[in-house]
Each structure stands twice: as structure tokens, then as C-alpha cells.
Nanobody
Framework: EVQLVESGGGLVQTGGSLRLSCAPYGFTFDDFAIAWFRQAPGKEREGVSYFSDGVTDYAESVKGRFTINTDAAKNAVNLQMNNLKPEDTAVYYC?????????????????????WGQGTQVTVSS
């Protein structure tokens, strides 16, 4: 059974940092594209960043503040979030799709991903 498990969310003040981790179970991320999404109350789910075969991209709103990377020893994909702002408050999800089917140009479209984690809450206080 394929599962994605996120961890690392929490409450932080403006300007603080958090690191989210996405651990796949049932597969290794080498053959998959992994993306981070977030959804704030009343808003649509939006793409934050993705990692696929060494290639990454970010939403404009997080460029320069967030970094996606892998931890091969833990078979995990991390999202390092620095200089957090109140508008970053959301539930963060990781998602995965087998790399053969991945369309990088539309990486931020939630519909192309086959597997989703349960989400982890990130709250940034002002």
C-alpha cells in the first residue's frame, strides 16, 4: 500500500522557520515526482514546490524563502520554510505521481497527482 506521511508542522512567529518532511511508504521517491501543496481556509489548494529527478520549482510567493530537498537516508522529501509570514498559514500536503506520468509544466495542478498525505498544519502568528 502506498502512503505519504507528512510531519513537521506547528505554530511559529512571523520570520521564523519550520521544516516539513514527507515520507513515502510503499515506494521510494526516486521514481516519483513529489510536490508540496497548501490550502488555507476558504481558498483553493495551491502548489508550493516540487522535486523530480533533481529538478525543482517554486511558487512565486515562496521563492527565496522555501527550499525543497531530499534526504536519501530517510527516503524523505523535505520543505525548509524560512522567513515565514502569516499568509503562509495553511494545511500543507505532499503529493506524488510516478515520474513517467509527470507533467512538469503543470506541476502545480493538484489533479495530476495520484497519492496524497493527510496534511500537516502550519500556523504563522503575526
Amino acid at each position: 500500500e502506498v502512503q505519504l506521511v507528512e510531519s513537521g508542522g506547528g505554530l511559529v512567529q512571523t520570520g521564523g522557520s519550520l521544516r516539513l518532511s514527507c515520507a513515502p511508504y510503499g515506494f521510494t521517491f526516486d521514481d516519483f515526482a513529489i510536490a508540496w501543496f497548501r490550502q488555507a481556509p476558504g481558498k483553493e489548494r495551491e502548489g508550493v514546490s516540487y522535486f523530480s529527478d533533481g529538478v525543482t520549482d517554486y511558487a512565486e510567493s515562496v521563492k527565496g524563502r522555501f527550499t525543497i530537498n531530499t534526504d536519501a537516508a530517510k527516503n524523505a522529501v523535505n520543505l525548509q520554510m524560512n522567513n515565514l509570514k502569516p499568509e503562509d498559514t495553511a494545511v500543507y500536503y505532499c503529493a506524488a505521481i510516478f515520474r513517467t506520468w509527470f507533467r512538469a509544466r503543470s506541476w502545480s495542478e493538484p489533479g495530476q497527482y495520484d497519492y496524497w498525505g493527510q496534511g500537516t498544519q502550519v500556523t504563522v502568528s503575526s
